[in-house]
């Protein structure tokens, strides 16, 4: 099982861009799909986008057209990069391992925090 670390994460103001990174320990080249998590405040933790190996992408529905994710398998690295931030996509970001696009695998790190102040 790989280990994931997760970094990236700030302050930013409304409208800002982040990039976050997910670097795993080991290949993700047969791992099929991956995955970017979120957790605000006071709230469950959800999941954001994921990409599978083929390149096929899901994003929840309120960060369509403003989020990327995208993979390197060369690199054994994820990204998410996001645009257009909101005061609402202040959350601690996680990546994992996932199956049938959405489940959550592997064990959770510690995540990267992003704050959007508006």
């Known amino acids: 099982q790989v280990q994931l670390v997760e970094s990236g994460g700030g302050l930013v103001q409304a409208g800002g861009s982040l990039r976050l990174s997910c670097v795993a320990s080991?290949?993700?080249?047969?791992?099929?799909?991956m995955g970017w998590f979120r957790q605000g405040p006071g709230r469950q933790r959800e999941l954001v986008a994921s990409i599978l190996s083929d390149g096929n992408t899901y994003y929840r529905d309120s960060v369509k057209g403003r989020f990327t994710i995208s993979r390197d398998n060369g690199k054994n690295t994820v990204y998410l990069q996001m645009n257009s931030l909101k005061p609402e996509d202040t959350a601690v970001y996680y990546c994992n391992v996932v199956a049938l696009r959405s489940i959550p695998q592997g064990s959770w790190g510690q995540g990267t925090q992003v704050t959007v102040s508006s």
């Open positions: 080991g290949s993700i080249s047969s791992i099929n799909g």
